[in-house]
Nanobody, 124 residues
Framework: QVRLVESGGGLVQAGASLRLSCTAS????????AAWFRQRPGQEREIVAA????????FYIGDVRGRFTISRDNGQNAIYLQMNKLEPWESAVYYC?????????????????WGQGTHVTVSS
């Protein structure tokens, strides 16, 4: 059983940067594929970025490509999301997720381990 804990959220101004962290305990996290999702108020949870178990393959949605970077440190059982040039509409709860089987579509149902989320608020 993998337990995920996110940190690093907060209140920032538009254009600022934040780095989210997700630390894992239990299980063999280094063999899990992982991702960051976000859920804006009144919206469904959506994928933001994903990374394979080795860190060699990454996926980004178009809205964040070039501004966000997902990375992992398997020695620290952690994944990160560096977010640059944040915009107000990106205010959301950001969740870390993990799965042992490679996800095909990066949909929420494909991930079976979730953190509790960390709030990101971007003011205009």
């Amino acid at each position: 059983q993998v337990r995920l804990v996110e940190s690093g959220g907060g209140l920032v101004q538009a254009g600022a940067s934040l780095r989210l962290s997700c630390t894992a305990s239990g299980g063999s996290f280094s063999s899990y594929h992982a991702a960051w999702f976000r859920q804006r108020p009144g919206q469904e949870r959506e994928i933001v970025a994903a990374i394979d178990w080795s860190g060699s393959e990454t996926f980004y949605i178009g809205d964040v490509r070039g501004r966000f970077t997902i990375s992992r440190d398997n020695g620290q059982n952690a994944i990160y999301l560096q977010m640059n040039k944040l915009e107000p509409w990106e205010s959301a709860v950001y969740y870390c997720a993990a799965v042992s089987i490679p996800p095909r579509h990066h949909q929420t149902y494909e991930y079976n381990y979730w953190g509790q989320g960390t709030h990101v608020t971007v003011s205009s």
